[in-house]
């Protein structure tokens, strides 16, 4: 029954959050006690409203995988109270925080739908109403006694996609995130229309929680005419464990021999390589082009279509449990959580 229901939202701050200083003039992130004079309509729902305010509230480009650990804390201690979770969240890192969740909660088997906007909740036009509202009421989503969303996701601008499958792709329109490489697990009209062949099925196991990341890893953007020294230098900076190395369409890289040299005194050392695209959408195909066949040869693994946003919090989720390096190869390359396309 719907008055049974109960959602936790979490605001963590970002521009959702905010409204117009009445003497001021500048935006400032509002206190959520008056949530409900902000938003009069979530007097509407019949499902219980709970909220937590992080304090102090972050811009989300100040966000650190201790937020993400905070945030899975927070789930883990109230997931026997609550039916589902809405994340309220800066746009800017709202694709890392939904994948290290992703990677953070397993066996999740209720929703956690992260939103935000890129209009403040206290701008006329803003898009932050219809997220949050919608995003509650996916949140709330249940069939045959089971939430339909078993999943961490980010909901935005009519469109729910897996949270590890996107990336903020605009920094102006109101549909800011796309889901290039996995289609969406549903889209809100008049109706919201659920394609379940898309979304994770529950498995009912009991949830657990990894709460340790660490981040010593790095990314390498190739581009034309990149030197040796920078190479030569991020390759070999102290301690890094892993490097998602961003390549060229489907995975290629230059052939000279200085580059690959380079690569495979690296790897020889001990640097995993992990090899993603540049581009938007699409796979990484190593060995499809003489150009990538090289790099296979020398042990660089493959992305293939994850996000590099999922990657480095799948990376330092996996760097966090300690495993040994074959371990560690065969969890990166193999799908998790729902986080790539394995061929
Ligand atoms: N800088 C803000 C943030 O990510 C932007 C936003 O909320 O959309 O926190």
Redesign the pocket.
């Known amino acids: 029954m719907d008055s049974q229901i109960k959602i936790l939202i979490i605001y963590t701050?970002?521009?959702?959050g905010m409204i117009k200083d009445n003497l001021t003039g500048s935006l400032t992130p509002f206190d959520f006690k008056g949530i409900y004079d902000q938003i009069p309509e979530l007097n509407k729902f019949k499902y219980q409203l709970d909220f937590y305010s992080f304090n102090p509230l972050?811009?989300?480009?100040?966000?650190y995988p201790s937020h993400w650990v905070e945030l899975a804390t927070l789930i883990e201690k109230n997931y026997e109270n609550y039916d589902g979770f809405v994340i309220l969240?800066?746009?800017?890192?709202?694709s890392y925080t939904g994948s290290a969740l992703s990677f953070l909660l397993e066996n999740l088997n209720k929703p956690v739908i992260l939103t935000?906007?890129?209009l403040p909740l206290g701008e006329l036009r803003t898009d932050g109403r219809e997220n949050f509202l919608t995003a509650i009421e996916i949140a709330a989503a249940a069939e045959d006694n089971a939430p339909l969303i078993p999943e961490v996701c980010i909901y935005f601008e009519n469109a729910l996609m897996r949270a590890n499958r996107t990336i903020k792709y605009n920094a102006e329109n109101f549909n800011?995130f796309i889901s290039p490489n996995y289609p969406l697990l549903a889209e809100a009209g008049v109706y919201i229309k659920y394609n379940k062949n898309n979304i994770l099925k529950p498995n009912f196991k009991k949830l657990k929680v990894y709460k340790n990341l660490v981040n010593s890893i790095g990314i390498l953007k190739l581009f034309p005419g990149i030197s040796y020294e920078y190479i030569h230098y991020v390759l070999n900076i102290p301690k890094q464990q892993v490097l998602i190395m961003e390549t060229y369409g489907a995975g290629n890289a230059p052939t000279d021999n200085w580059f690959l040299e380079e690569l495979k005194m690296a790897i020889n050392k001990g640097l995993i390589i992990i090899n993603v695209t540049q581009c938007l959408a699409g796979a990484v195909n190593q060995g499809k082009y003489d150009t990538s066949f090289k790099l296979k040869e020398l042990g660089v693994v493959s992305g293939y279509d994850i996000t590099t946003e999922a990657l480095t919090a799948k990376i330092m989720f996996l760097l966090g449990r300690n495993l040994a390096q074959k371990e560690l190869i065969k969890e990166m390359i193999s799908s998790l959580r729902g986080e790539m396309t394995v061929e």
């Open positions: 701050g970002g521009t959702i972050i811009d989300s480009s100040n966000i969240h800066g746009t800017d890192t709202m935000g906007s890129q800011a």
